[in-house]
């Protein structure tokens, strides 16, 4: 074979090598690229897995901070606390129930004739004292008004007479009413207590006044529509006051959701507002948009439009968001919310220094949030946590420069729970009209509890003469 038939043959073996080679590395990119698809599927997958059992943990939690969460939080524990205080040194103090100032009536107990064992002689030794606190039998009082009717003798107009504690001028088929007590025990119960208007109308004939839970909601519409102007007065405390606390929850009216608004003060001062929404203009219902003190709030952001306010975010939402991210997220990712949970409690127990320490305290914690906030965050919970401090950075440590501000809104929580107690029973208001009575009927008895006020006595005084003037509430 000469030279030229071996160079062909060594060059159709070197195109065959190149075909085979071409052949491999198609054959491996095939490969590489179906091995690439299916781990990029498998982590879409992952992804879209993590992502809903994130959603599905946010909402547990959501879930377990919902006012009916004790009836939803799962089976019994399988070895729970024992109920009570602790025994041993730790006990507490030892409490009883005082002996009251005096008696209405005494009874005495003499000793048996005989000792009850052996039949033996009793000598008396000593009288010793035993109080007994209980309700008398309850009988209502009747009143029968005889009103004087006459007619003038000049003009020939109609004229009768008005007794002080008469409530209606009424006669006729009119005249058997029930009275102011009874009218206000009514309201009290309903809107203070949360009891519902057919139990109320139980109770009172128990008491033995028959009233039907209609005629109790008549006498609460009413009593909402005397006692507007008295709102009126309570609101505009509450916009004097040099700081407000304010919250909101969700409410119903015929069904359809919507919100009950609370605005409180350290005066003692609380208002309420049921509205069709969650904006600043429902806000506005009651604290004016130009306030210029301290609003003390959550992280909603419609309060932020208070341009003209000092602000105060509750530092016991962000503490309990912090501790919930340190619970739920990975140890890499734990660091963060650490990190702003200390500083939040070094600004709470600052609150001990001196003014000058805590202002300068408040610098120092203000750049701490913001070293913090400089830092890059890997995961989206921590970057939603750095984001809402960043929004509320003016709001974080306002009680450590100005007094009489609190840390949190615990005001308006605590204002908020009888709230939920009456929306428990009742699910809201079935109308707009009863709304705005559940809004009057709520600030008066809610602000005469506050200013030490008897709710009872002060709704029979101002049930008979109808004038905030006459009847003030605040002392």
Known sequence: MGDEDRIADLEAKVADLIEALADRDRRIAGLEAAEIADLVETL??????????????????????????????????????????????????????????????ELEAPAPACCPDCEGRIAHDRWEDQWQVDLPDLTPTVTRFKVAVGRCTDCGRRVQGHHPEQTSDALGAAASQVGPAAKAWAVWLHYGLGLSFAKCSQLLARLGVNVTAGALVQAAAKAGTDLVPVRHGILERVNAAPAVVMDETGWKVNGVSSWLWVATTATGCTVYNVADGRGFDQACEMVDADYDGVVVRDGWAPYRRYDHAEHQTCTAHLLRRCHELMQDLPDWARSTPRMIRDVLLDGLEARDLDPMERAAAAVDLAERIELLAEQPQVHDENRKLVKHL?????????????????????????????????????????????????STLMSVIRTAAQQGVDIIDYLVAYARAPDPAATPLFP
Do not use: C, M
């Open 44 to 105: 879409a997958d992952r992804d879209k897995r993590i992502a809903e059992l994130e959603k599905l943990l946010s909402e547990s939690h959501r879930a377990s901070k919902r006012q009916a969460a004790p009836f939803s939080k799962g089976a019994p524990s399988t070895d729970p606390k024992r109920p009570g205080r602790k025994g041993g040194a730790a006990h507490g103090r030892h409490a009883h129930r005082s002996v009251p100032p005096a008696a209405t009536r």
């Open 390 to 438: 960043t929004n509320e950075a003016g709001a974080l440590f306002t009680y450590l420069t100005v007094d009489g501000v609190d840390a949190t809104n615990w005001r308006g929580e605590q204002a908020i729970r009888p709230a939920v107690v009456n929306r428990k029973v009742s699910g809201g208001n079935r109308t707009w009209n009863g709304a705005g009575t559940q």
